[in-house]
């Protein structure tokens, strides 16, 4: 196995940088992403990013992560680092993200695939109380971190185009040390050593899942729509002219997390397919939604706004879609929030440079259907991801808009806090790069339970019970994945 780069070449390398990523390129087209990840990632803080374009294509890359060289998590305004990383100042988890990437500020290297170095995790949906002032926030009655980082250390980037496996370890190299080089070759050598391993699994059945599992809701389907009619009461006198309740969905869990997520990738295939294990904690979800992406001075938003249940036949998902796009709330609905993505990402933009580059144009997904368009623009020289997130966190297509008057009518209708829900998932790279979904068809598992949580935009014709139905519907897929992960 060829590893790059050399022992003298690293050491170059480390006179001019905090970390220098050591890799090795194999042949992968036996493997897939699932079997690399039960091979390598062992039982502690690991991660799988994968994602599907057009709706039935497999995205080029996978990204599995583990053994990292630190995590970060923040409660309450105080972040804990655990491992190697440097102990920052400041209670703003924001300003700590901050802190983070300035330390290992780096620059690509031409072999390296998209996601190589950086921190992989969650920005939960409550951290916009450090971006925006908002009252008190509902009751926090799990207790999850408001967010959870894992800086990559070891990394296996799998390549569907080249059927390759680019293996990565990232060394520390504080003043230039050259000390962790040989460790790092030998983690990439015992990585390759397990790929190689062969190993027997029992050949299953293509499970029919469908079943549900019993759910405990955060309100009654009564109360959400009576939470409905108070947000079109708020519509209606001007405070604000969409509101996008939520209602989340308890279940008993003793399951494994990532069975779970084995099924949400056969059920609901989606752009964004992420598996996050962290201490105490597991996130598995399957996002229509991007949140926000930046790669080479662009920045890039695509807004979800309308929605309707899969049909039965190709002639009803026919019907279904023609009708969406006839909608007049629909469209008005979708058209306010594409705006409201113009707005935020203007803000970080150059002037001018923001455009519309595709416009509602119809996103089928296993149980619903959705409008979607696409917003780009031209960042602004200095502007890092830390100041993207904050210009565009939350999405305006979970909130509402205004956004701000949104959210505070959202507190005074959801009676629990939100958490990792309706927040940011995917990666924020030591060069500068920014890659998120937001957390929407995503089960939470934490001390034996799991849950699941939809929302609905509210605009003042909304129909209370077809709101209620379509967080339902949003939910499904997840929810069948629960019941079903035993059968993976």
């Known amino acids: 196995m060829q590893v790059t780069p050399s022992r003298q070449e690293f050491a170059v390398l480390a006179a001019s940088r905090a970390m220098v990523p050591v890799r090795a390129h194999l042949l992968a087209d036996r493997h897939t992403p699932v ?7 062992g039982s502690g803080p690991a991660f799988l990013l994968e994602s599907v374009e057009g709706g039935d294509r497999w995205g080029r890359w996978s990204f599995i992560g583990w053994d990292p060289l630190f995590t970060v998590a923040s409660r309450r305004g105080r972040s804990v680092i655990d491992g190697t990383g440097p102990q920052v100042a400041g209670g703003d988890p924001l300003q700590v993200l901050e802190a983070l990437l300035a330390a290992y500020e780096t620059t690509d290297l031409p072999d390296l695939p998209p996601l190589h170095s950086g921190l992989v995790g969650y920005l939960g949906y409550d951290a916009v109380r450090y971006i925006e002032h908002l009252p008190g926030m509902p009751p926090d009655d799990r207790g999850l971190p408001e967010m959870a980082w894992q800086a990559v250390g070891t990394l296996a980037a799998f390549d569907r185009f080249t059927h390759t496996i680019t293996l990565v370890r990232n060394v520390l190299t504080p003043g230039g040390d050259t000390s962790g080089y040989p460790e790092a070759v030998a983690r990439l050598e015992a990585a390759a050593a397990a790929l190689g391993e062969q190993e027997r699994r ?10 549900m599992p019993d759910t405990v809701p955060s309100v009654t389907g009564a109360e959400y729509q009576a939470g409905v009619v108070r947000a079109i009461e708020h519509i209606r006198a001007g405070d604000a002219f969409q509101v996008v309740p939520s209602v989340r969905l308890e279940v008993d869990f003793d399951g494994d997390p990532f069975a779970v997520y084995r099924a949400l990738r056969l059920i609901n295939p ?14 598995a979800g399957s996002s229509p939604e991007l949140m926000v992406r930046t790669r080479h001075g662009r920045v890039h938003s695509r807004p979800i706004a309308g929605t309707r249940p899969r049909g039965a036949t190709p002639a009803e998902d026919a019907a279904l879609e023609a009708e969406l796009l006839a909608d ?27 455009s519309v580059d595709e416009l509602m144009v119809v996103e089928r997904y296993s149980h619903v259907m959705h409008i979607v368009s696409g917003v780009s623009g031209t960042l602004r020289p200095g502007v890092g991801p830390v100041d993207v997130l904050r210009a565009t966190f ?6 509402g808009a205004p956004k ?13 806090a939100r958490g990792p829900y309706a927040g940011a998932v ?6 500068g790069n920014l890659d998120t979904a937001i957390a929407l068809r995503t089960m939470v598992a934490a001390g034996g339970k799991a849950w ?5 935009g509210v605009v003042a014709d909304s129909i209370p019970a077809a709101e209620w139905r379509e967080c339902l519907a949003k939910a499904g897929a997840v929810l069948e994945a629960i019941a079903g992960a035993a059968d993976v």
Do not use: W
């Open 35 to 41: 079997g690399v990840f039960e091979r390598l990632a």
């Open 202 to 211: 029992e050949v299953r059945p293509v499970p029919s899942f469908g079943k």
């Open 270 to 283: 989606s752009p964004y397919l992420f598996f996050l294990r962290h201490e105490g904690l597991a996130i």
């Open 328 to 354: 007049p709330k629909e469209r008005a609905e979708h058209v306010m929030l594409v705006d409201l993505a113009r707005n935020d990402l203007g803000r970080v933009s150059e002037y001018g440079s923001v």
């Open 394 to 399: 939350p999405h305006g297509t979970v909130t």
């Open 404 to 416: 701000v008057r949104a959210m505070e009518i959202i507190d005074t209708l959801e009676p629990v």
């Open 426 to 431: 995917g990666y924020l790279d030591f060069s």
């Open 452 to 456: 699941v949580q939809a929302g609905a």
